[in-house]
């Protein structure tokens, strides 16, 4: 496995790959890695000749409140399990290498970033957008591979992806969970003992949620009642919406999803689902 940590570097990577004619898997990631991540690589292993993995906490994608300092990073440890699941290279750019320069023009998802966490994290997809789009660009994977986990961003990395003819297919990896439930996050680390006990209530939560809306219920208020009794954390949002459009009222593929805020950690999780189908 090699590392790069800077563009010029990279570019002798990619122009050698490409020579070769090997197809590259992109998994792009903010590091401190867990198997949600290593899904990812497997996904990209199995589709494509070489997998590359960008680890970069992009302060872009931080609103001037949020964990960006104290995002977890551990970079050893992310090298040996990248390098352990096949990684072929790790691109690992510092702030300074990846924006080099202030920029003017600016990226926005519009009405898609209206809703769940866009509502709450206002920038944060601009800045998603800003970085993936450097990544395809520097990378030029044939495919690139996103979680579930991170539905919404999801379905705006496809929305760019489709209606600006980027070259590239977004794969779509499912949630990796704790066995109790939890969706694997790095953000994880920062749940207290206490925490940490409640936190498979979220995924119980939504699963009652889809439940009762595939019965023709409205799902939300259920919810609210317990994660509000059963957890210590504040809600920050539940939303019943379409998928991948994000538009109020589904009536077929749809996604629930919340956001609940811990004393320090903000965790996220959903489920796709077609309210049709039991
Ligand atoms: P992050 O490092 O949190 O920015 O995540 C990098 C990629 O890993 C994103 O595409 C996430 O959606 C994905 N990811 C994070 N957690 C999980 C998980 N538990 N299961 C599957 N994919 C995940």
Not at 22 to 43: N, Y
Not at 183 to 196: F, I, T
Request: hydrophobic letters at 40%; charged letters at 25%.
């Amino acid at each position: 496995m090699q590392v790069v940590n800077t563009v010029l570097d990279l570019k002798e990577w990619i122009r050698s790959t490409k020579q070769s004619g090997q197809s590259i898997g992109l998994v792009p990631t903010m590091g401190f890695l867990h198997e949600g991540h290593l899904a990812l690589v497997e996904a990209a292993k199995a589709e494509t000749d070489v997998v590359a993995m960008s680890i970069f906490v992009n302060p872009a994608q931080f609103g001037p409140n949020e964990d960006f300092d104290r995002y977890p990073r551990d970079f050893e440890r992310d090298s040996m399990l990248a390098e352990k699941a096949g990684v072929d290279l790790i691109f690992a750019p510092s702030v300074e290498e990846m924006y080099p320069n202030e920029t003017q023009i600016t990226m926005g998802a519009g009405s898609l970033a209206n809703v769940l966490c866009g509502k709450s994290r206002p920038g944060h997809f601009d800045g998603v957008l800003k970085v993936v789009t450097k990544l395809f660009h520097l990378l030029q994977p044939d495919a690139a591979y996103f979680g579930q986990k991170d539905a919404q961003q999801m379905a705006i990395i496809e929305s760019l992806v489709r209606d600006f003819n980027f070259p590239l297919q977004i794969r779509r990896v499912e949630t990796v969970r704790e066995q109790d439930g939890l969706a694997k996050s790095s953000r994880n680390v920062y749940l207290s003992e206490a925490e940490r006990i409640e936190a498979p209530k979220l995924y119980e939560a939504l699963q009652r949620g889809v439940k009762d809306a595939r019965e023709g219920q409205d799902p939300i208020l259920e919810m609210i009642r317990l994660i509000e009794s059963e957890t210590s954390g504040t809600l920050d949002y539940i939303e019943l919406l379409s998928y991948p459009d994000l538009q109020q009222e589904p009536n077929a593929q749809a996604i629930l999803a919340l956001a609940v805020q811990f004393q320090k950690a903000r965790l996220i999780d959903n489920i796709i689902f077609n309210l049709k189908e039991n």
